[in-house]
């Protein structure tokens, strides 16, 4: 009816959920619907490449509905109408309509409000021999269960590409007794989010747990073999294994918006061009998450961020400006990743850093953190098995306090005299 306008969002990931919550929560008078291209409920994706991966048993968390961000009886009590397994193709912005394509024929469904929430797409590097079914990606529940599915059978396994998604893989796997081989073309692990010392430090955890880690190696082909795989090298080497897991990065899942003719970021990060209410130029359309590109207020340029808080927060951000409270997204990004029994923690974005300050020794068994400044100022926090010092970091960058790197490096200063110290410096 008019009187309550119909929202339907676009992916049901992280950021739709979060989105369905912040909406019911206001007095907003519309009704939702979420339409996904997976099976099932909303549901957390950190885990697959961490816990559901070493888990015992295969599938057992998936069945107890343990990982939903969600139960369904929430969207149940709450009018928040799903469709599942069902794609949107096309966006009409003149008629308010969208094709939407489930396995029979197309149809079509009107929105007085759209909101964009499609995540991201795996980079599938061009390798000779990427397409075999042993060779794997991981994104989706789905695509965790048939690596899972795997692991019975399995003794060894190469991991393309060292970024979070791929060590987390390898540890994980190392767990299970694999043999584990991890190629990285980069001369260093994690090289496009951290520093030296502490691509350092993971790259000896690694190696450490038995993991062959490769540095400056390329996958120049991958091979069929009887029962597994050979992986080829630039420098001709080859590699034999049962399966292979590629975790190469991910872009922007904007091909919808683009081909609707909204605006999309430039590369490298692409996504979908929001404001500071993730709307985009088309005031009945939002976009939310990994899919959408916006002006970082911290750091004062455009970013596209994967990471569950992002995805959260613009959730947030995009309710209070449909439910008509807008209030501009302001928040410091944080990041997680889990590897054996480290915990490393991100608090802000280090790109562009001059000066790396050590906090501790990085050492593996020990715990440390990585201060990165920008001419003087502080702009991120790596906290390895370290939740004071990223706590701290939480307290100072998002206000722009900047502690004595003097203090920074000596241990035996805690974090009130970090506080009181950056506080001292900004009066
Ligand atoms: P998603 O959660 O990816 O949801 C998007 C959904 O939209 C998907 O289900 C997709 O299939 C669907 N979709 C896309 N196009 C369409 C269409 N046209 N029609 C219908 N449906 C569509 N972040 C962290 O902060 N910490 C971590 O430790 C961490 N670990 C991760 C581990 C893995 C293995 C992965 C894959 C990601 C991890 N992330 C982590 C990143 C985090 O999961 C993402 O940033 C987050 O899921 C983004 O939420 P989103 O809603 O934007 O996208």
Same mark, same amino acid.
């Not at 795989?229 to 683009?258: K, P, Q, S, T, Y």
């Not at 455009?302 to 409270?325: F, P, Y």
């Given at each position: 009816t008019a009187a309550a306008p119909h929202l339907v969002v676009v992916g049901a990931g992280h950021a739709a959920a979060q989105l369905c919550a912040s909406l019911h929560a206001t007095d907003w008078p519309g009704r939702v619907t979420v339409v996904g291209d997976e099976p099932g409920l909303p549901y957390h994706r950190p885990p697959l490449s961490k816990g559901r991966l070493d888990a015992g048993e295969p599938g057992a968390a998936e069945a107890a509905g343990a990982d939903l961000i969600r139960p369904e009886a929430f969207y149940d009590d709450h009018n928040i109408a799903r469709r599942e397994s069902v794609a949107v193709v096309a966006i009409d912005r003149a008629a308010k309509e969208l094709t939407l394509r489930g396995g029979g024929e197309d149809e079509r469904l009107g929105y007085d409000l759209l909101v964009l929430a499609t995540g991201s797409l795996h980079r599938r590097p061009p390798i000779p021999g990427i397409d075999h079914e042993r060779v794997h990606t991981l994104r989706t529940a789905a695509e965790a269960a048939a690596v899972r599915d795997r692991l019975g059978q399995a003794s060894s396994v190469v991991v393309i590409g060292a970024g979070f998604i791929g060590l987390e893989v390898a540890a994980s796997l190392r767990k299970r007794g694999l043999g584990v081989t991890v190629l990285e073309m980069a001369d260093r692990v994690l090289a496009r989010v951290t520093s030296e010392e502490v691509s350092a430090f993971f790259a000896d955890l690694h190696r450490g747990h038995g993991v062959d880690l490769r540095?400056?190696?390329?996958?120049?082909?991958?091979?069929?073999?009887?029962?597994?795989?050979?992986?080829?090298?630039?420098?001709?080497?080859?590699?034999?294994?049962? =399966?292979?897991?590629?975790?190469?990065?991910?872009?922007?899942?904007?091909?919808?918006?683009?081909?609707?003719?909204?605006?999309?970021?430039? &590369?490298?990060?692409?996504? #979908? #061009? #929001?404001?500071?209410?993730?709307?985009?130029?088309?005031?009945?359309? =939002?976009?939310?998450?990994?899919?959408?590109?916006?002006?970082?207020?911290?750091?004062?340029? &455009?970013? &596209?961020?994967?990471?569950?808080?992002?995805?959260?927060?613009?959730?947030?951000?995009?309710?209070?400006?449909? *439910?008509?409270?807008?209030?501009?997204?302001?928040?410091?990004?944080? =990041?997680?990743?889990?590897?054996?029994?480290?915990?490393?923690?991100?608090?802000?974005?280090?790109?562009?850093?001059? &000066?790396?300050?050590?906090?501790?020794?990085?050492? #593996?068994?020990?715990?440390?953190?990585?201060?990165?400044?920008?001419?003087?100022?502080?702009? *991120?926090?790596?906290?390895?098995?370290?939740?004071?010092?990223?706590?701290?970091?939480?307290?100072?960058?998002?206000?722009?306090?900047? %502690?004595?790197?003097?203090?920074?490096?000596?241990?035996?200063?805690? %974090?009130?005299?970090?506080?009181?110290?950056?506080?001292?410096?900004?009066?």
């Open positions: 540095l400056g190696a390329g996958a120049t082909a991958i091979d069929d073999r009887l029962g597994g795989l050979r992986v080829r090298l630039g420098d001709g080497d080859a590699i034999d294994a049962d =399966f292979v897991v590629v975790g190469a990065g991910a872009a922007a899942n904007d091909a919808l918006a683009r081909d609707a003719g909204l605006e999309i970021g430039e &590369r490298p990060f692409g996504g #979908v #061009v #929001v404001d500071a209410h993730q709307r985009t130029a088309d005031p009945a359309v =939002f976009a939310i998450g990994d899919c959408c590109n916006q002006l970082s207020h911290l750091y004062g340029r &455009r970013m &596209r961020l994967e990471s569950v808080q992002n995805a959260n927060d613009q959730a947030k951000t995009a309710a209070a400006a449909i *439910a008509g409270t807008p209030r501009p997204h302001v928040s410091m990004p944080w =990041f997680w990743s889990d590897q054996y029994d480290v915990k490393l923690q991100i608090a802000g974005l280090s790109t562009g850093h001059d &000066r790396c300050v050590l906090r501790g020794e990085p050492a #593996v068994g020990q715990s440390f953190s990585a201060w990165y400044l920008q001419g003087g100022k502080l702009l *991120a926090v790596d906290a390895v098995n370290d939740p004071r010092a990223y706590a701290v970091a939480g307290k100072l960058i998002p206000h722009g306090l900047t %502690p004595d790197p003097a203090l920074i490096a000596d241990t035996s200063a805690g %974090p009130k005299d970090l506080i009181a110290s950056a506080k001292g410096a900004s009066s």
